[in-house]
């Protein structure tokens, strides 16, 4: 219950010895969120959504492309609470690295992105940002517009099936220890939440726009602890081992690292009503990728959506990994399995 997205009321309380203080990040099986890589160039871009709001991503060409031919495309969205710099940057960088143009975008009210109040929910905007990425991609002269594919990673999988639903640009979609973050928020890992707690959440941030209209102070919710002791979950160590140690923080610009990974209260509710894999079967005949740790707590989202989805499909278990794991651990993210994935749906026909 303490997994990036899910509702939980929380005090935000900054380490008093700095972030990632006195703790060592677990950087085994090649954690590697910030890597670099010489074989691509990247550039900064901005486009503009369908609400006219300015989406922020960083474009991935690989060296040597010709720039004369049409290419295929990828765009890599983060995890639920991230920006592209945690995960999205990395996937962009190494399936760049295998010949594919990519874009890794920061979801608007996130990171560079556009979007007030900071860190707020939207289900439907942030589907809107892959739509608007494709509309960006298909644009540019070396992006063939008809083989363009999403990656989506954590939460980000369950904004690129609503946007694949409706937008049959996206030829070929591929998620990544994917969240249903409507059905976290609703019913908590593995139905643990009741109906009662459940219309609890909807009152407390019911109340707390009254607050929030009368000039009060905004509230955050879930997202990742900023202290552990001996009382913290596997799931709450988990996430603070990437996004409270160097290992994968990053702070935007404008904002705290108090602040970073939490939605606001009274947006988060929004999940509530956002069922992503509603009519998941008719994004079918186009393919769909679903890859997740055997180990992960989001498992059974995978294999939700797995089940609901008609062919061509496929469930991909990496043996021994959890869920951050496949955020940045190199030596267990399938690489290959993308590749080859990608590479066979995004071919020119």
Not at 138 to 147: A, C, E, N, Y
Not at 258 to 265: A, G, S, V
Not at 297 to 311: N, P
Request: net charge neutral.
């Amino acid at each position: 219950m303490i997994a990036l997205g899910l509702l939980l009321s929380v005090t935000i309380i900054a380490p008093k010895t700095g972030v990632g203080a006195a703790y060592t990040s677990d950087m085994t099986n090649g954690a590697d969120n910030f890597y670099k890589s010489n074989k691509v160039t990247i550039k900064k871009v901005t486009f503009k959504n369908q609400y006219n709001m300015n989406v922020a991503g960083n474009l991935f060409i690989p060296k040597g492309l010709k720039k004369n031919t049409k290419n295929p495309a990828i765009i890599v969205g983060h995890p639920m609470g991230a920006v592209k710099e945690q995960s999205a940057n990395l996937y962009a960088a190494k399936m760049a690295e295998r010949g594919f143009v990519t874009l890794s975008l920061d979801l608007s009210f996130w990171g560079e992105s556009e979007g007030q109040p900071r860190n707020a929910v939207s289900p439907d905007i942030y589907a809107e940002d892959f739509s608007a990425a494709v509309d960006f991609l298909g644009t540019r002269p070396f992006v063939d517009k008809d083989r363009i594919g999403v990656l989506g990673i954590c939460g980000s999988g369950s904004f690129a099936i609503s946007a694949a639903k409706i937008d049959p640009r996206m030829k070929a979609v591929a998620t990544v220890s994917m969240y249903d973050m409507g059905a976290a928020n609703r019913n908590g890992l593995k139905h643990s939440q009741t109906l009662e707690q459940r219309k609890k959440i909807l009152e407390e941030a019911a109340e707390q726009r009254y607050v929030e209209f009368t000039g009060g102070k905004t509230k955050y919710t879930s997202g990742t602890v900023h202290e552990l002791n001996e009382n913290s979950t596997a799931i709450e160590r988990e996430f603070y081992d990437f996004y409270r140690t160097p290992r994968g923080e990053f702070t935007p610009k404008g904002t705290t690292p108090e602040q970073t990974t939490h939605p606001t209260l009274t947006s988060n509710v929004k999940f509530m009503n956002f069922y992503p894999f509603e009519d998941i079967e008719t994004i079918s005949p186009r393919p769909m990728l679903f890859i997740t740790g055997e180990n992960a707590h989001s498992r059974e989202f995978s294999e939700d959506a797995y089940k609901l989805a008609a062919e061509p499909k496929e469930l991909y278990i990496v043996p021994g990994a959890g869920h951050v794991d496949l955020y940045d651990r190199v030596n267990l993210i399938p690489f290959d399995k993308l590749d080859s994935f990608f590479k066979e749906n995004l071919k020119k026909k």
